[in-house]
């Protein structure tokens, strides 16, 4: 049974920082990544990385501030958020799967999601 087990949100002051956590047991997956969901808004693309890539993919909105990695041997991603606003203010949800190159920011393109975790920036 694959689940994926997210930490790390928090509520912190504008400019501030936090690393996510999310931890995948029960298989192995194509690419692993970070979507957030704002109140009264769409699940958005934060963040992916593919197992064999070269480098992760961001979302415009984060790019420059948030960093993903990923330790295979773990079977874990780690989204260190720097420079935090106000904007940034979502649950946090960790995904796998085996997306192709074209839908990696897709979040229908990624079978399994964590329960998610709440990040809160205050201005």
């Known amino acids: 049974q694959v689940q994926l087990v997210e930490s790390g949100g928090s509520s912190v002051q504008a400019g501030g920082s936090l690393r996510l956590s999310c931890v995948a047991s029960g298989g192995n997956f194509r690419a692993m990544g970070w979507f957030r969901q704002a109140p009264g808004k769409e699940r958005e693309f934060v963040a992916t990385?593919?197992?064999?890539?070269?480098?992760?993919r961001y979302a415009d909105s984060v790019k420059g501030r948030f960093t993903l990695s990923r330790d295979n041997a773990k079977n874990t991603v780690y989204l260190q958020m720097n420079s935090l606003k106000p904007e940034d203010t979502a649950v946090y949800y960790c995904?796998?799967?085996?997306?192709?190159?074209?839908?990696?920011?897709?979040?229908?393109?990624?079978?399994?999601w964590g329960q998610g975790t709440q990040v809160t920036v205050s201005s």
């Open positions: 995904a796998a799967g085996s997306p192709i190159l074209s839908t990696m920011e897709r979040a229908a393109s990624y079978n399994y």
């Open positions: 990385i593919l197992n064999f890539s070269s480098g992760p």
